[in-house]
């Protein structure tokens, strides 16, 4: 079968990355439990086996050339165990691990870093958005620019306009988490 193509194969554009900045990401399916890389080509008895989270998400934006853009971040489970385990800097690698999770959730909850939460279930679902800060990387290979996100910065709720819509989720995710006027 001959396919004629629209245009020449050599003027096939890749896309630019994404400009690092704050970015609208949503979850766009159930996110996974799965098998992380040690407990698959090591099995069980490897100290680093365990499970990620893993959750799919793309970008929200108004502009076409970055809406859609995708990304997947695996969470690792904490594991009991690691409460005798510690990172270079002192914590232990479960709460290192547990707090790493619970600053996603925060942000997909729309909690703001002053506003308590103690649970312990955390529920991720397809829809849930929340910013997190998006970086111009190399990709494996070493020659190719790639988006990340960067790991360093903790994901942050939706507090502005959504850019599809104009419209902000502030007042009804956020609006329990304001003073609340005391009548004297």
């Known amino acids: 079968m001959l396919v004629n ?8 554009k890749e896309p630019d990355p994404l400009p690092e900045d704050w970015y609208t990401l949503e979850i766009l399916e159930e996110p996974l439990m799965e098998e992380n890389k040690a407990l698959r080509e090591r099995g069980a008895d490897d100290p680093k086996a365990g499970h990620n989270v893993v959750i799919r998400m793309g970008v929200v934006d108004a502009e076409e050339e970055h809406n859609g853009r995708r990304f997947t971040s695996w ?6 165990e ?9 914590q232990t ?9 619970v600053q996603y959730y925060r942000a997909f909850v729309g909690l703001l870093p002053d506003d308590e ?4 279930d ?6 849930m958005r929340a910013q997190f800060y998006v970086i111009q990387e190399l990709s494996q290979d070493g020659q190719t620019v790639q988006n990340g996100i960067d790991f360093r910065s903790v994901p942050r709720p ?12 502030f007042a009804e995710v956020h609006l329990d988490s304001l003073p609340q006027e005391v009548p004297i």
């Open 117 to 120: 939460f103690s649970d312990s």
């Open 93 to 101: 690698v479960l709460d290192f691990k547990m707090k790493r999770m």
């Open 122 to 127: 955390l529920n991720f679902t397809q829809g």
């Open 75 to 80: 969470l690792p489970m904490p594991k009991p």
């Open 158 to 169: 939706v507090m502005v306009a959504d850019p599809l819509t104009e419209e902000s989720n």
């Open 5 to 12: 193509l629209p245009k020449a194969a050599d003027t096939i």
């Open 82 to 90: 690691e409460d005798k385990v510690f990172t270079p800097s002192g």
